[in-house]
């Protein structure tokens, strides 16, 4: 297996650029991971894909505001702050630019100051930093005043509407990207499915800027995963272990949802309520363990998430489904259209 096994070639005009007007607009391929037959329908569709007794596994991480813009003290040079992990003590890991400048010691204002300065503690192995932030009240708060979407690097236009960037249930605070299979959904959307005799759960695990790094190795088991934190709670852990136990469906909606509950799953599939972090690297050869079905968007080449689809469907089906979708053209990415492999 070679990294290069899992590159197909996407038209730059496909990746979209901004969400459609309506969430579950978007188009949804329906993949069959046993014949691997595919049909073309629209996510407004998806309560007629289901049946009753499945159950749906949503993400309720909330994307932070986490991308910074201030400038150098005293020098007034521009710079970029993007927060990655909350080291607690108003310390941050952050992604910084222009690295080269921002040398330990270096002082960062905010705004006009009065809100938000910060100075950097401590030069990270991978070029990282750890950043200390000054501020009064609370840091949300502040990020909410001054803070902008942390929108993945082929998103280049602004987004007019922050919220398109958070799905309808987003609750717990802490990701760095948004779980973007779940941006199709709408609030009349969940209560058509549930309707129809679907259980909802939701898990949460904050995402984080590793999902967006390239597999660089030939061979992709030699790429080094980045860890994220998930949680599951007893409610969502039943729900599911009643689910199997019922005969029904485990439809994780993102690669999100599909890798907490993969990473705490016992070898029989059972769960129980769970919480820590999780560098699990899902592959072709992987035996899924909780999951029955996953929908998601349609990934970069030569990512991880594409091998993950591939571990579930096979590689040949999914690039074939990849082709067809650039064929059809389909939008890509996170504001792009959906797939569901069942």
Not at 48 to 58: E, F, M, N, S
Not at 189 to 214: I, N, W
Request: charged content about 25%; overall charge negative; hydrophobic content about 35%.
């Amino acid at each position: 297996m070679k990294t290069s096994d899992f590159y197909y070639d996407l038209p730059q005009e496909l990746i979209a650029q901004t969400p459609l007007e309506r969430r579950d607009g978007s188009r949804l391929m329906l993949l069959n991971k046993e014949t691997g037959e595919i049909q073309h329908r629209h996510f407004y569709e998806l309560p007629q894909l289901l049946r009753p007794g499945d159950c749906l596994v949503l993400n309720d991480s909330r994307v932070l505001p986490a991308r910074l813009l201030g400038h150098r003290d005293p020098s007034g040079g521009a710079v970029e702050v993007l927060l990655l992990i909350d080291k607690g003590e108003k310390k941050w890991e952050c992604l910084v630019r222009p690295g080269r400048k921002m040398h330990t010691g270096q002082k960062i204002v905010f705004g006009d100051g009065s809100l938000l300065t910060a100075q950097v503690l401590e030069e990270c192995p991978g070029g990282n930093r750890i950043v200390e932030f000054q501020y009064e009240g609370i840091f949300l708060e502040i990020l909410e005043q001054l803070g902008k979407m942390p929108l993945p690097p082929y998103i280049k236009e602004e987004l007019s509407d922050p919220e398109r960037y958070q799905t309808v249930y987003s609750r717990e605070v802490g990701s760095a990207a948004a779980p973007t299979a779940g941006l199709h959904f709408t609030k009349e959307l969940l209560s058509q499915v549930e309707a129809v005799g679907v259980t909802l759960c939701y898990v949460t695990l904050h995402v984080g800027l590793g999902t967006f790094r390239p597999v660089k190795e030939d061979n992709p088991i030699e790429h080094e995963m980045h860890s994220e934190y998930c949680m599951i709670s007893a409610q969502t852990a039943e729900a599911i272990n009643e689910t199997r136990r019922s005969g029904g469906r485990v439809i994780c909606v993102g690669t999100t949802s599909c890798r907490t509950i993969e990473s705490w799953a016992a070898e029989d599939g059972t769960l129980k309520e769970s919480a820590g972090w999780t560098n699990i690297y899902i592959y072709p050869g992987y035996r899924f363990k909780a999951l029955d079905c996953l929908i998601t968007n349609f990934h970069l080449p030569e990512s991880t998430l594409i091998m993950l689809v591939s571990a579930l469907a096979g590689r040949e089906p999914i690039l074939a489904a990849y082709a067809e979708a650039v064929n059809e053209r389909y939008r890509f990415f996170s504001f792009g259209d959906a797939m569901f492999i069942y």
